[in-house]
């Protein structure tokens, strides 16, 4: 495979983001990204942080790493070529979308779900991921499924993201517990605050993979697919992204990535 010449890891704080929106960063979301990139020879991607197997950081070399962290770096590498930059920002649910409207990343590439609803506010790439809905709970909870679960019942999602709304609607009633991210729902799991976190089945397995006492139950309840989000306007960039898109799924780069990172924990759920 491929080397990447330069890979750079910026984390935005929410102190650098209001400093860049009072100095007008609106702007550059109007910007021709595919002129851009080439001009500068980089793309800035929206990452997951805190997502194993999908987007997470390694403490020990403070690097974000993960599948969806190799894909955009391949994407990026059939754009611009193999010396291109690529930088990473760490985005959650709820600041990937306002993040990519002001223009501080190009592109999102973070467990996003392709909606209608977010149709209307940014373009999405061909599905790179097909993921469903389902439910990480202790072995021993005797929860299988979301027939288990009840208006009673008391569950954890994170803010902003498409399966909290999915649960409320499949269990009127229903207690969400709806914390900042996935790691901090799987705090909460552990420490019973709820019997259950909800989200994508590909997040499941990485928090699975933290411990072998949680496990993924079999059953999805919804159809998730992953898509590469780009703002409104940017045809030519999100048809090079499609573009490269296909070539890494038939060269083979895309297969070796996914069992890089998810064969052996799909397996073991299985």
């Not at 929106?21 to 991607?45: K, M």
């Not at 929206?46 to 020990?60: C, H, Q, R, W």
């Not at 467990?111 to 439910?135: N, P």
């Amino acid at each position: 495979m491929k080397k990447l010449g330069t890979m750079t890891i910026s984390i935005l704080s929410g102190l650098t983001l209001s400093l860049l929106s009072a100095c007008g960063t609106q702007d550059l979301a109007s910007y021709d990204i595919l002129e851009r990139s080439q001009e500068t020879a980089s793309l800035t991607w929206g990452v997951k942080a805190d997502t194993p197997l999908f987007g997470s950081m390694n403490i020990e070399t403070r690097q974000i790493e993960g599948f969806e962290i190799d894909l955009a770096a391949a994407i990026t590498r059939e754009i611009l070529g193999d010396d291109a930059k690529v930088e990473f920002i760490e985005v959650s649910s709820k600041t990937r979308i306002p993040l990519l409207k002001n223009g501080n990343i190009d592109a999102i590439i973070a467990t996003m779900t392709i909606t209608e609803a977010r149709r209307e506010v940014v373009d999405f790439s061909e599905v790179y991921f097909e993921a469903g809905q389902s439910l990480l709970v202790h072995k021993d909870s005797g929860i299988a499924s979301i027939e288990d679960l009840d208006k009673s019942s008391v569950v954890i999602g994170a803010k902003g993201s498409n399966s909290v709304a999915n649960i409320r609607e499949l269990i009127p009633g229903i207690t969400v517990l709806e914390l900042e991210n996935f790691s901090e729902a799987f705090v909460a799991l552990r420490a019973r605050q709820g019997v259950a976190v909800t989200t994508d089945n590909s997040v499941l397995y990485g928090l699975s993979a933290q411990d072998p006492d949680y496990i993924v139950t079999d059953e999805t309840f919804t159809v998730e697919p992953y898509g590469i989000a780009v703002n409104k306007n940017q045809e030519r960039f999100l048809n090079e992204v499609n573009k490269a898109l296909q070539t890494i799924k038939e060269n083979g780069t895309y297969d070796s990535l996914h069992e890089k990172w998810l064969g052996s924990v799909i397996n073991r759920n299985d």
